[in-house]
């Protein structure tokens, strides 16, 4: 295997275990902050306990995101340096201020959220988990105006001296038509998925309780008035992580056929290997959007079992009559305006098709399957009902789980979609790699070994840390003392 191939291995290894983080924290902060929130207003002692329990689970998965995030920056530069000389003049203002605005945010905002209990003002310790939400969305908005770049590369110069494309209009980049359709659709998945992981965990939880609380009573003719106490308390995160699944998941659908047609304009390449649409339809006749296709592989010769007539030309274009090009059409139109330039010529210019096609299409399959659960949550946790059937166990693990794929199917999607390039139209991905010569194959392997070995490691910390909280669940009610004197502090230097 080449080096190129070896590369976008460890890219693929480390961004997709990275990305299964990211909207686990943006979500579940936002909830957390809800709960802290709600806790302020209304004083009822389970809002402080769910925000103290989900508080807990959130920040477990912060540190560990945090950890696998570092390792992008290193393979940027060991495996993708004429990528990242290519582009560096370009991210060097959205990343930095990432790192100096975005996550000054998170951490010292998490940081006094965690250790501030008691210490400071009680609006002013709300407000410091609100910061670590917004510092999360100001995280994602610059790493998605960096990715919205390679996808739809404006406000720049190409500098032929150099080979650098260079900045020219920085408000332009931030503001990328590209990156305004992304960012909604990206947040809005990730509330998806915060909801989804509330539920699932306040519905295990939920029938864990109603269980001890029966038991205790059929047994002892003990009433269990916590056990009972903890069930209303855990509905009521049931109930809020469904209605923000399906609103979230509701908001999903409308950013996504947005940003549907904002792809079909800047990259069609890509929208006709969704649907591996090899030709374009005759004229005034329509592009249909297939279900379920049987196809080889490679996605050649496609059968379309399951196919909604002109839907592939309304997601496309916003008419059912509008015009989708065809992967054919696209290549030789691709063949003639980059072909000549020894950065821009690839062999073909079509992704790959089945796993376009097939990313696409689980992305949008996970989703549904998460708002369906989440309908059915709510729907049988009304008036004060417990859903104890056999079937919930697997379905309250599975809808989390579902919305966490999903996020990476999508971005799976969106970045095979735009191969054979790593900036579009600028620069291949075969260009982007590191000089073999200079980086051989044994050097990517040996890292790629280190760093999946050690991805293994944190996988298990998280799921045992993850896992034991959960079993744990909320601690009881308790006052927050108040620290008022310095020299309780546990700390100083």
């Avoid at 960012?183 to 509330?198: D, E, L, Q, R, T």
């Avoid at 989390?400 to 794929?405: G, Y």
């Amino acid at each position: 295997m080449e080096s190129l191939d070896l590369a976008r291995w460890q890219f693929a290894i480390t961004t997709v275990y990275h990305f299964f983080f990211v909207p686990i924290t943006i979500g579940m902060s936002a909830l957390v902050a809800w709960f802290h929130t709600r806790y302020l207003w209304r004083r009822e002692p389970g809002d402080l306990r769910l925000a103290k329990f989900f508080g807990k689970l959130f920040t477990i998965n912060f540190a560990l995101g945090l950890v696998t995030g570092i390792v992008q920056e290193f393979q940027f530069g060991m495996n993708w340096s004429a990528y990242s000389r290519f582009v560096g003049d370009i991210f060097g203002a959205p990343l930095a201020l990432e790192a100096l605005l975005a996550f000054f945010l998170e951490s010292t905002f998490l940081g006094l959220w965690i250790f501030g209990w008691g210490k400071i003002p009680e609006k002013l310790h709300v407000a410091c988990i609100w910061l670590v939400h917004i510092g999360t969305l100001l995280s994602a908005y610059f790493i998605l105006a960096a990715n919205s770049f390679m996808q739809n590369p404006v406000g720049y110069r190409y500098n032929p001296e150099t080979g650098r494309a260079e900045m020219a209009d920085f408000v332009a980049v931030l503001t990328n038509e590209v990156q305004l359709v992304t960012f909604p659709h990206v947040i809005a998945a990730s509330y998806m998925v915060g909801g989804a992981v509330v539920m699932g965990v306040a519905l295990h939880k939920m029938r864990r309780s109603h269980r001890l609380a029966q038991t205790a009573l059929a047994t002892t003719d003990d009433p269990a008035p916590d056990h009972r106490g903890d069930v209303v308390m855990y509905r009521r995160a049931v109930r809020l992580g469904g209605v923000v699944t399906l609103v979230a998941g509701l908001a999903v659908a409308i950013t996504g056929d947005i940003q549907g047609k904002v792809m079909t304009e800047v990259q069609p390449m890509k929208m006709a290997a969704a649907e591996a649409l090899y030709d374009t339809p005759p004229e005034g006749e329509c592009a249909p959007f297939s279900v379920l296709t049987v196809a080889g592989l490679g996605g050649d010769d496609p059968t379309h079992v399951i196919e909604i007539p002109c839907l592939l030309s309304y997601l496309g274009t916003g008419s059912f009559d509008g015009e989708v090009q065809g992967m054919a059409e696209l290549e030789a139109e691709y063949r003639q305006r980059f072909g000549d330039t020894e950065a821009t010529a690839s062999d073909t210019y079509i992704p790959p098709i089945a796993m376009t096609y097939w990313n696409f299409r689980l992305m949008i399959g996970a989703g549904l399957f998460a708002a369906a659960v989440a309908a059915l949550a709510l729907l049988m946790t009304r008036k004060d009902r417990v859903p104890m059937q056999r079937w919930w166990q697997p379905l309250l693990v599975l809808a989390p789980i579902a919305t966490v794929l999903g996020h990476s199917f999508g971005w799976i999607f969106t970045e095979v979609g735009r191969q054979p390039w790593v900036v579009f139209g600028e620069l291949t991905t075969a260009n982007g790699v590191s000089d073999p010569s200079v980086v051989t194959s044994t050097d990517v392997i040996v890292s790629m070994v280190v760093f999946t070995l050690l991805y293994g490691v944190l996988a298990v910390i998280e799921v045992k840390l993850f896992l034991d909280y959960v079993r744990k669940g909320a601690e009881p009610f308790e006052e927050t003392p108040v620290v008022e004197e310095d020299d309780e502090l546990a700390f100083s230097y």
